[in-house]
């Protein structure tokens, strides 16, 4: 849905693209402390825990860019993981695309809009100047395959949000063999029945990230949701850091929302990080020292210490590309698992 799914300023590896200090006295970051925070168990319950959790996300994430004159609306953020609890996310997004990775030295995300780069309703055409020639092609060139390798550079009069491709260069705080575990997870918009809504396009951002940012398939994983159409008029208009309170809108704070938590020293005394798709837990790791690799450790099954949840997978089933449930994935695999794997994602109710 157009300008609905609302989800740097320095482009180098190193920089954090929303600045630390800015965290001091914000209410809501009670929920950061040196033992990761659950909803489940929040004494305030379970539901101010989210609306705190969304508003971290809102504050350290990509955040809102819209109405760029170059109409180059894509945003991204670089947290590094340094000796301070911490957490960020992404969204919520109603059928926008993210695309997430990190390693024991920080997390990038970011917030791809549905429209104009994998679709332009009739309504939207002479906004984004269809009729000069400005297809979805072109929109997805510039705000996706350009944006993840040079972020903003190009057009340098507009806020400038950070690249993913530097990043996972060798020597950069995500290349994948440095350290002792990292992944990429792109979460795009399905149907009821598990199809992905952009198929095509979804196979070219995997191409994107394996043929020329050089991420090997096997640290890449897709993840489908549902998106909620219903609750797409909740973000008509930007609230600042604020998202709108729940008196003015119709979703869970937890709705279409990606999220993650970090402490430099749990109860084990080791470092943890906790990743989450509204309220399921998809990523948990806990680890020593610095994270740099082990010899002969990189692959996700023989981490040391590695607690993971397994995430939906993608495959091809003839014309359909459909999500199913595995221990391995290669990105748009051909091999059809049993039929008793199939699912479909699921709705936490409103």
């Excluded at 319950?45 to 989210?50: A, V």
């Excluded at 984004?128 to 009069?157: C, R, T, W």
Aim: charged share 25%; aromatic share 12%; net charge neutral.
């Amino acid at each position: 849905m157009p300008k609905r799914c609302p989800a740097c300023q320095q482009n180098t590896p190193e920089a954090p693209s929303k600045k630390l200090e800015a965290r001091q006295g914000f209410w809501d970051e009670v929920i950061l402390k040196e033992t990761i925070t659950e909803p489940e168990t929040w004494e305030e319950g379970e539901y101010d825990w989210w609306e705190k959790m969304r508003r971290v996300a809102k504050t350290y994430g990509p955040g809102l860019h819209i109405d760029s004159k170059y109409r180059m609306d894509s945003s991204s953020s670089w947290t590094p993981l340094s000796n301070a609890p911490h957490g960020g996310g992404a969204g919520p997004v109603w059928g926008c695309a993210i695309v997430v990775a990190f390693s024991p030295r920080g997390v990038y995300a970011n917030h791809l809009w549905e429209i104009p780069n994998f679709s332009i309703p009739p309504e939207e055409e002479e906004y984004f100047n269809v009729h000069g020639g400005y297809s979805e092609d072109y929109y997805f060139k510039q705000n996706i395959e350009m944006f993840l390798q040079q972020g903003s550079v190009a057009f340098p009069f507009q806020e400038q949000y950070p690249a993913l491709a530097p990043m996972v260069d060798a020597g950069g705080p995500l290349h994948p063999k440095d350290f002792r575990f990292f992944r990429t997870i792109v979460f795009v918009p399905t149907h009821d029945n598990g199809e992905m809504f952009y198929k095509r396009d979804n196979r070219r951002i995997i191409n994107l990230l394996s043929d020329n940012i050089n991420i090997d398939k096997k640290y890449i994983t897709i993840y489908g949701y549902r998106p909620r159409f219903d609750l797409g008029k909740d973000f008509d208009y930007d609230f600042g850091r604020a998202t709108p309170p729940p008196r003015i809108r119709a979703s869970n704070p937890w709705d279409g929302l990606f999220s993650w938590l970090y402490t430099p020293k749990g109860p084990s005394g080791q470092r943890e990080l906790v990743v989450r798709y509204e309220k399921n837990i998809i990523h948990r790791e806990a680890w020593c020292g610095d994270g740099r690799a082990i010899p002969d450790a990189l692959h996700p099954t023989s981490i040391s210490g590695r607690t993971q949840t397994t995430l939906p997978l993608l495959y091809s089933s003839g014309k359909k590309m459909l999500l199913a449930e595995g221990s391995s994935y290669a990105a748009l695999a051909t091999q059809k698992p049993s039929a008793a794997t199939i699912v479909r994602p699921r709705l936490h109710p409103s």
